[in-house]
């Protein structure tokens, strides 16, 4: 597996304003999570992050892109509907 984040357990992001994720998908499968991950490309103070997790119908992976700071991409608010 090129991806070994994607088995690890890591919940969702969440409203927690301190969350440095500003964008992030989910998958059903962690081979949709791992082909996903595999085509970000990423800038200069980012990383892909991701993990599993679960909801009311199951497993589910999920993958995103984790930022040093926050403040560098402006409101936080605009780049994670999540944050306040």
Do not use: C
């Not at 690890?8 to 949709?32: G, Y």
């Not at 119908?57 to 509907?81: H, M, Y």
Request: proline letters at 4%; glycine letters at 10%; aromatic letters at 10%.
């Amino acid at each position: 597996m090129f991806h070994n984040f994607i088995n690890s357990f890591r919940k969702l992001p969440s409203h927690d304003p301190d969350n440095k994720v500003v964008s992030w998908h989910v998958f059903r499968t962690a081979s949709e999570a791992e082909d996903y991950a595999e085509h970000i490309r990423l800038g200069e103070g980012q990383r892909t992050v991701g993990g599993m997790d679960a909801d009311s119908v199951g497993k589910l992976w999920w993958v995103g892109v984790e930022v040093d700071d926050i403040t560098r991409w402006g409101n936080p608010g605009a780049v994670n509907k999540h944050a306040e």
